[in-house]
């Protein structure tokens, strides 16, 4: 037999933490496994989870997600999940020491980018951060707002030509 060639498959959803990358400067990405109970997980792939206020933790050699909010199933009935419980993240043990020493250091914390299906498995994108200035912030604005400047120039010089 062949080999399969790689069929793009719809990007499924993917619960975004666009405010961490404002508010922070990213110094290292961790795709990490999540626990979860059955329905959590059918309420993220209904899109009902929050994780702006969310964080990790390292607590007793486990990694923990702490203050992501998955909302409740609507289909589940009585028996619910509770929204705002610790999740554990699964994670190596060397990977999980790792992140122990970055978080010791002052003013780096880990903090969730991003939580999406990959390959029908719930998964974290966890970012090593420390906290921007305000002028960072500014800056970082600034610049945002001089490349849209540039590009809307360019593609209504572009228009004129053609």
């Known amino acids: 037999m062949g080999k399969k060639k790689d069929i793009a498959a719809p990007r499924g959803v993917r619960i975004a933490n666009r405010k961490a990358w404002h508010d922070y400067h990213v110094l290292e990405k961790l795709e990490c496994g999540m626990e979860l109970a ?3 997980v059918k309420s993220l792939r209904a899109g009902g989870g929050k994780i702006d206020e969310a964080f990790a933790r390292v607590r007793g050699g486990e990694l923990v ?3 992501m909010n998955i909302g409740p199933y609507a289909n589940a009935g009585p028996i619910q999940h509770e929204p ?3 999740r554990k993240l699964l994670v190596h043990r ?4 790792a992140l122990a020493t970055h978080v010791r250091q002052k003013g780096r914390t880990l903090v969730p980018l991003a939580v999406y299906f990959k390959d029908g498995w719930a998964k974290c994108e966890l970012g090593v ?3 921007k200035r305000q002028y960072d912030k500014r800056d970082a604005i600034r610049q945002r707002q001089q490349r849209r400047e540039v590009d809307r120039e360019i593609s209504r010089r572009r228009r004129g030509r053609s």
Do not use: C, H, M, Y
């Open 38 to 40: 059955g329905t959590e």
């Open 65 to 67: 997600l702490v203050g």
């Open 84 to 86: 705002l419980r610790d």
């Open 94 to 97: 060397r990977q999980i020491a």
């Open 129 to 131: 951060v420390i906290g």
